[in-house]
């Protein structure tokens, strides 16, 4: 007889994991509805508090109809990346209460199907959604956030998408480069350009004065009409000045130690525009440029860098999962005591892991966590910690 029950339980262990394409149409079928209704009403919510925020600036500074659409419409996708987890997480928690209510739960379980196994579809629609989210947080949130930023200060404050490129400053990481531009231009030619070199103690080695600067990547920097000076080291006071009218004239030229230094500059007009950027609105793979090609950047910038880039591609991409994770064991775990109670310590766990995660960034700021601990180390023990309720909930 025991054997017989062995034999039959060892059927049900194969079926568990077989193919069941009508069940898992259904289940899917089932989730994606709630969740679709989720997002929508929360970015509706998100939408309503932005409209509260801003409209009153774009009304009282007289601005259009087209810029007012189009802010709100650059708003959108870095509020999607937010919803998106919680929205996975109560429809999770709505569906398996339905499943509950219709016993279709325990119909499963006693047709030996497990219920992670039963509910395959909705882990691979959180799969899913964690590529979106990683997508919008690298392909369009620095992109729009920035653009929705600089439209906003355009029409509430006279010459904004001027002063974003006039006046610029720039210190290079390993702090031997500071630059002022009067007029920056990524793509083109800057012009008024003050640049001062140091040496590794700190101490003003040179300075040039350009009236136009422009970068190629065959020769780098190249400065015409200006003029440079060169300092002493030890007491600092300046010694001739000299003009030059481009760097290959034969008259005046810079001086061979000027642009033997200015031939070595790391950063291009591309790294100086990202560098003066706000980290939210640099993708990964700049983050990574600068962290790669400033081999002398101070250590709090690298902590900075660092464990935002491991946070980035950890965090966003993963918190769907761990929403999914999180929801379906606890519905099932929790059905007898009801769904609220679910729901309500679903939401608690699943704020812990984002206060977590800040505080976890914070620390990796500042340097009091090593970058890849703190970028990572939370979303890596959320997502053990829900692996470990989804193995054991059956």
Not at 14 to 29: A, E, G, N
Not at 292 to 317: A, E, G
Request: with cysteine; hydrophobic share 40%.
């Amino acid at each position: 007889m025991s054997d017989k029950k062995l034999t039959s339980s060892k059927k049900i262990g194969r079926k568990t994991f077989t193919l069941f394409p009508t069940l898992d149409l259904y289940v899917m079928k089932e989730f994606i509805l709630p969740l679709i209704v989720l997002n929508v009403g929360f970015l509706s919510l998100f939408m309503i508090g932005d409209i509260f925020d801003d409209l009153t600036d774009f009304l009282d500074h007289k601005g259009t109809i087209l810029q007012i659409i189009k802010y709100f419409s650059l708003k959108m996708p870095g509020n999607i990346r937010f919803i998106l987890p919680i929205s996975v997480l109560l429809a999770c928690m709505y569906t398996m209460s339905n499943f509950a209510k219709n016993l279709e739960i325990t119909a499963m379980r006693a047709s030996g199907i497990s219920v992670q196994r039963a509910c395959a579809s909705i882990y691979f629609i959180a799969i899913l959604v964690a590529a979106t989210t990683c997508w919008f947080n690298e392909a369009f949130v620095p992109y729009t956030e920035r653009a929705a930023y600089v439209l906003r200060k355009t029409v509430t404050t006279e010459g904004h998408y001027k002063d974003i490129r006039e006046n610029l400053s720039y210190r290079s990481p390993d702090g031997k480069t500071t630059w002022l531009f009067n007029h920056f231009d990524k793509d083109g030619v800057q012009t008024n350009v003050f640049l001062k070199y140091f040496d590794k103690e700190g101490s003003l080695i040179w300075d040039l004065k350009a009236k136009s600067a422009k970068y190629s990547p065959e020769l780098g920097w190249q400065f015409s009409n200006g003029s440079s000076t060169t300092f002493d080291k030890e007491n600092q006071l300046p010694g001739p000045t000299k003009l030059f009218t481009c760097n290959n004239d034969k008259i005046a030229p810079l001086p061979q130690t000027i642009r033997d230094d200015i031939k070595a500059f790391p950063e291009t007009p591309h790294d100086i525009y990202n560098a003066v950027k706000e980290i939210e609105n640099l993708t990964s793979l700049e983050i990574y440029e600068l962290l790669t090609k400033s081999h002398n950047m101070s250590q709090n910038r690298k902590n900075l860098y660092r464990t935002t880039l491991f946070y980035r591609i950890s965090f966003f991409p993963c918190a769907a999962i761990v929403a999914a994770f999180l929801g379906i064991p606890l519905a099932t775990k929790n059905l007898r005591s009801g769904i609220f109670i679910s729901i309500i310590l679903s939401i608690f766990i699943i704020m812990s892991y984002i206060i977590l995660s800040e505080v976890a960034r914070v620390a990796g700021n500042k340097g009091y966590l090593p970058p890849i601990v703190a970028g990572m180390g939370p979303t890596l023990a959320f997502i053990i910690y829900g692996w470990y309720n989804v193995v054991q909930q059956d």
